[in-house]
């Protein structure tokens, strides 16, 4: 066999079971052995994306939900980066403020929900609060570890070679840092996204949850079916544009060199 | 025609060929006064003498150097061994100005900054893994402002070391000869007057070790700075340098010229001679 002939058929090969899946799902469906009540067909799902495509809804919500995710994201990640650069490099600031964010970290974001909706009732600033809260400590975490753990050997030379505090921050310590940071933002974008889905179940009057939840007060289950895959779609498309910036600026790293 | 002139090559090799080819007999070698007086004249004023004037040295309670007291010329070739702990790292820690001494001064006769004219090269390469090649020797080059400029002076450095192809390389990529090599263009480019090397051979394969002996000495040969190798390594002590300092438990027990002619021979008696003379001090008893 080719080399590129066998990479298309093990390409090929990690679609087989999930087309399996589906036909049999589809099949299941119009046998009656699966209740429409319980999950409809992929084709009522796939009908109901056309009917929420033409009517403009479904935009609408993906919009509202993209929105809350990266305004949350920006808020949280830019203050736990930013916490985490300083706590990194000063030990005052380290001193001064990291035993009191690792006690919050221990409180499940999840649970101030109910405070939450208090404060803010249940408009944007519920849910931008939640995600940034969310997204801040796999952030923080992953730049403060980056940082801390820079080679000191590097470090001693750059201040052998005379670099400037700027320079060794920005030559040694912040490249050194840079593949914890990226572990903590793909962690940070999987929760940025349950977070969202949490928050705008429980109370919401637009995005995708809101879109689910009111889906269920009128059965439409293939609606809500529909709901939980854009969401996953979503999901999947944040880690995968984590990826390429990974990919884009750790090309020096030795896992990313091309074999 | 050609004969007359293939004669002349053998006769007066070009300045840059001399290390290539080894001496073959040893007695032309050895009546050789010094091997290669035009070569260290010239160079010699870019090198810088300094002196050790009972410096002692404490981490704690611990004291590593109990007042040592070392004069090296400039542009000598010295070496420094001792057993491991013996305060022979301290001692270029103390030279390079990244520790100051407990007691006692270090004069360096020159009236720049230390910091300008040190240069150290340590058992590891400490190369950015982040910097292609050239970037990575463009770090000892901060005098330069201009990028440019920047790029072609390391690309002449990597050429001295026999790297020149390996410019746009991740280091990830390169042996560990190839990344130490790396590390002395890094040092040799801000053309410092003392270079202090720390055990920087030490991690390679025996052969690549040899090869970095030579191209180290070629270089020293060719620029002429002031030389401080530490290492645990006798043959490759009394191979390399002109002097050879014993540092036994925080002082000097032994210090003794090697006036060897260069290139010299690895495996040849003289050096083997000095090399028990050396061996016998460090372990205490006949080697």
Redesign the interface.
Known sequence: MSAPLRRTVEGGAGWVLPVLLLVGWEAAARLGEIPPTILPAPSDVAAALWKLTVSGDIFKHIGVSAWRALVGFAIGGAIGFALGLANGISGISRAASDTTLQMVRNIPHLALIPLVILWFGIDEEAKLFLVALGVFFPIYINTLHGIRTVDP??I???R????SRLELFA??IL??A?PSIFVGLRYALGIMWLTLIVAETISASSGLGYMAMQAREFLLIDVVVLSILIYALLGKLADSAARLLERAF?????AF?PQ | MNIAVRDTDTVAPPAGLRFEGAPFFLPEAKSAPLPAPAAREAAAPSGAAFTFKGVRKAFGPKTVLHGLDLHVPAGQFVAVIGKSGCGKSTLLRLLTGLDAPTAGTLEIASTERRADITRVMFQEPRLLPWARVAANVAVGLSHMRDRREKHAAALSLLAQVGLSDRAGEWPAVLSGGQRQRVALARALASRPRILALDEPLGALDALTRIEMQMLLERIWLKQGFTAVLVTHDVAEAVALADRVVLIEDGAIALDVEVPLPRPRRRGSPELARLEGIILEQLLGAPA
């Not at chain 1, 052998?160 to 670099?163: A, D, N, P």
């Not at chain 1, 750790?250 to 030795?254: A, C, I």
């Open positions: 050997q590097l001693e030379m750059g052998i070679y005379g670099m030559r040694v490249p050194g840079l750790l090309t020096w790293h030795p060199q």
